[in-house]
């Protein structure tokens, strides 16, 4: 492969875990905005964990969803809701459902 395309490929194992993230962020907003919470900002600096499997085989074991979300206006969801809304977006993340990934979400 050409040096310039390896320079412009888009890392695999990074694509997915940004995958993840992604949809994660997509629910999380869907899952706010149905509460009545509005988003300033949300921005995840996820982590994943490249590892082997019980077979042998190299997979992406493990991401840590990281998200930094602020809320704008009087309406701020408690610790204990942010949780919940976080849980629910995990559960309806159709990413998160189609892999054998573990995905945990560390949140402030």
């Given at each position: 492969m050409p040096e310039k395309a390896?320079?412009?490929?888009?890392?695999?194992?990074?694509?997915?875990?940004?995958?993840?993230?992604?949809?994660?962020?997509?629910?999380?907003?869907?899952?706010?905005?149905?509460?009545?919470?509005?988003?300033?900002?949300?921005?995840?600096?996820?982590?994943?964990?490249?590892?082997?499997?019980?077979?042998?085989?190299?997979?992406?074991?493990?991401v840590v969803l990281k998200p930094k979300i602020v809320f704008s206006g009087g309406n701020q969801p408690t610790p204990e809701l942010l949780a919940k809304m976080h849980k629910l977006a995990h559960k309806h993340c159709f990413i998160a459902n189609s892999v054998t990934t573990n995905i945990t979400v560390e949140s402030d």
């Open positions: 390896k320079e412009e490929a888009i890392d695999p194992e990074e694509a997915f875990i940004a995958a993840i993230a992604s949809c994660h962020m997509m629910t999380f907003l869907t899952v706010a905005e149905k509460q009545r919470f509005s988003v300033e900002s949300y921005a995840d600096e996820a982590i994943g964990t490249l590892g082997k499997l019980e077979n042998g085989r190299t997979a992406v074991t493990d």
